[in-house]
């Protein structure tokens, strides 16, 4: 399997979670970066003695209006703080990402396909040698016929549970 191959079908598979992370995406930066871009320039221009302090309270102010903080942060009055938080925080965002899609990217061409199912066959193909009523149980809707001429010696994998 090629490796674009592989990363088609890791794409494929995770697409509707591409979709939802881009929209934690947005709401994270709505409801954390923005606040905390806000509540960094505030501690930071301010000359008090304990700017952790300025920043606690100050994040604990613009974490409950997120999309104030977010108008303060796109206008400019947080002197470039919101888009140097956002590039980085974006940047650790897109690596956890990127991690999520290299442990999607599958780990061989046989990946997802059940093993031993009667999936190889279409149209009731299997019910020319199996029956879809009665007989020894094989799986779901197949049956090995007990009047079927030949062998019909069965081997069964797993345990009697009797008690």
């Given at each position: ?40 320039h ?59 899609i ?13 093993n031993?199912?009667?999936d ?11 029956s ?32």
């Amino acid at each position: 399997m090629k490796f674009s191959e592989k990363i088609a079908k890791a794409i494929k598979k995770i697409k509707g979670k591409l979709i939802v992370s881009v929209i934690l995406w947005l709401v994270l930066i709505i409801v954390f970066v923005a606040p905390f871009s806000v509540s960094l320039h505030d501690s930071l221009t301010q000359n008090e003695k304990d700017k952790f302090e300025v920043l606690f309270m100050s994040l604990g102010t613009y974490i409950v209006k997120p999309f104030q903080a977010m108008g303060m942060a796109i206008t400019g009055k947080t002197d470039g703080y919101f888009w140097a938080t956002l590039w980085r925080f974006t940047l650790f965002y897109l690596a956890a990402v990127s991690i999520g899609i290299i442990k999607a990217f599958p780990k061989h061409e046989f990946d997802g396909i059940e093993n031993g199912s009667s999936d190889w066959c279409t149209n009731g193909e299997q019910y020319s040698v199996l029956s879809n009523k009665e007989g020894i149980i094989l799986a779901e809707k197949n049956y090995l016929p007990v009047d079927k001429r030949g062998n019909v010696n069965v081997l069964v994998v797993g345990r009697f549970w009797f008690w």
